[in-house]
């Protein structure tokens, strides 16, 4: 623990000069959007809102390069990482400002579930299994999201320093592609579209075009399941704050936490695995329990965090230097 701490303060001999591969990811995907913005200026509500909020993330980024170069140590280093997850939740809901603007499609991907499973998955699901243990246990795994990117981001800080900037490059990158496709593929979730369109419509297969509905509404259903649990007043506290009608295809939940299961597998880390692979199972169960995405979002999420990861993992020997 002594050279750990030591450590944490140890000045580096060859500090970054610039940015580093996770903040170009940063400044890509602000730079993508910046211009989408510009673009969709005259029928967004508040434009400036956007741009005001891109400066002050280039201005926080900046603040976090100059105290690295101030001192540059793993200290400083993990500063500039963990700002920029935490930004994630700001840049969550900005999706949903552009693609409310795009034709909605979840009359395509519900309809698309329904040929394909012959019934609405996320409907009956929570059904099936409606008791307090399963319910609990399912809403548990959705709350462990962001536990379990912290875990797998604090692990290659702590126990694998080398491959850390790597790690941090991954995820950051899988998130932004995430939230591209988010952009530009308007998909609510089973939540929004069943609470605008009537459950009687879904329960007789009937899925009408929504349109811009969701320009102007953001109502959704509440979580099924036990409602006096104490994880599912966190997943409820978690949609009243910041959920929006936006990013259910491909779910980035089943995504982003395939991905870190995947780094702690490419490091073999198999005991952190071991602990982790239940909080995965529940949680990739939960997208569609919690009627937050269809069965097709969570089975996209697994199959391109595969591929991202293979992709991520090429590009970041050439990208990632220190």
Request: hydrophobic residues 50%; positive net charge; charged residues 15%.
């Amino acid at each position: 623990m002594k050279k750990f701490i030591i450590d944490l303060f140890k000045l580096e001999k060859k500090p970054v000069k610039g940015l580093m591969a996770f903040e170009w990811v940063v400044m890509a995907y602000l730079v993508l959007t910046l211009i989408v913005t510009f673009i969709m200026y005259t029928s967004m509500d508040n434009p400036q809102a956007m741009i005001f909020g891109r400066l002050r993330i280039i201005a926080i980024t900046a603040a976090m390069w100059l105290v690295y170069r101030i001192a540059p140590c793993r200290l400083t280093r993990f500063a500039r990482v963990g700002t920029q997850m935490a930004l994630l939740a700001w840049w969550y809901p900005d999706t949903f400002e552009i693609n409310r603007h795009l034709p909605n499609l979840d009359h395509v991907f519900a309809t698309w579930e329904q040929d394909l499973f012959g019934c609405q998955p996320a409907l009956l699901f929570s059904k099936a299994l409606p008791g307090p243990v399963f319910s609990e246990l399912f809403d548990m795994g959705y709350a462990a999201y962001y536990p379990m990117i912290a875990a797998t981001a604090v692990y290659y800080f702590g126990w694998y320093y080398k491959e850390f900037n790597r790690a941090a490059f991954i995820i950051l990158a899988s998130f932004f592609i995430y939230y591209v496709i988010f952009i530009f593929v308007p998909v609510a979730g089973p939540t929004f579209y069943y609470k605008a369109v009537g459950l009687h419509n879904i329960t007789a297969g009937i899925f009408p075009n929504i349109h811009d509905y969701f320009n102007h509404h953001q109502e959704c259903l509440p979580s099924p399941g036990y409602t006096d649990g104490i994880f599912y007043h966190l997943v409820e506290d978690a949609k009243a704050a910041g959920e929006r009608p936006t990013a259910a295809f491909p779910s980035s939940h089943v995504g982003v936490s395939t991905i870190c299961m995947l780094l702690l597998w490419h490091d073999r880390n198999y005991k952190l695995l071991a602990v982790l692979a239940p909080f995965y199972i529940l949680l990739c169960c939960a997208t569609v329990y919690i009627q937050a995405h269809y069965a097709i979002d969570a089975i996209a999420g697994f199959v391109t965090a595969c591929i991202l990861f293979a992709i991520l993992m090429r590009a970041s020997h050439k990208m990632v230097t220190k």
